[in-house]
Each structure stands twice: as C-alpha cells, then as structure tokens.
C-alpha cells in the first residue's frame, strides 16, 4: 500500500524520533512530509510506533492512503526518486 504521510509537531525530541522512524519506511519528499510504499504488516507496526509517540494533542500527524490510479495521474517537478519509488529496508 502506499501512504502521503504530514506531520506538524511542536516537540523538537518527538519530531525527531517520528522523521528518523519514516525515514526507515519511505523517502521524505518535503520537510514534514513522506511517501511510504509499505506491506499491511508493516504498516500496522509503524501506527502502533507513531500512536505511542504522539500522545500529545498539539501534535498532528496525517496518513493518506494513494490508490494506484492516482500514483500514475501523479506528477514531480524534482529531480527526487520517482513517486512511491520502493525502497528496500530492513526493519
């Protein structure tokens, strides 16, 4: 499946923590923001970490699922990993 995921969050320690842990998962295309191409399996792990982190109410974070037609109506104007461009991990 492939994930948009935002955040905004204020704590400088728990931003951190959050942008080293996607950066695990996918390629950060913005300051805030990560294109994540992840199993069902993986992806129930990665919520459970998130959630566990974010227990504060100023924080935001927002998981967007992109379906396989709008990857392919998708464009990028970067010089960046072609968009959802899978990456191999070990987590």
């Given at each position: 499946m492939q994930l948009l995921i935002a955040y905004?969050?204020?704590d400088d320690k728990r931003r951190k923590k959050i942008s080293d842990m996607?950066?695990?998962f996918g390629y950060r295309v913005n300051f805030s923001v990560f294109?994540?191409?992840i199993s069902k399996t993986k992806y129930?792990?990665?919520l459970r970490h998130l959630q566990e982190?974010?227990?504060k109410k100023e924080d935001s974070l927002?998981?967007?699922h992109i379906c396989e037609n709008c990857i392919k109506q998708s464009i990028e104007l970067c010089r960046k990993p072609?968009?959802?461009e899978p990456k191999e991990m070990f987590v």
């Open positions: 905004d969050i204020q996607l950066e695990g294109e994540i191409n129930t792990k990665l982190i974010l227990a927002r998981i967007y072609r968009i959802f």
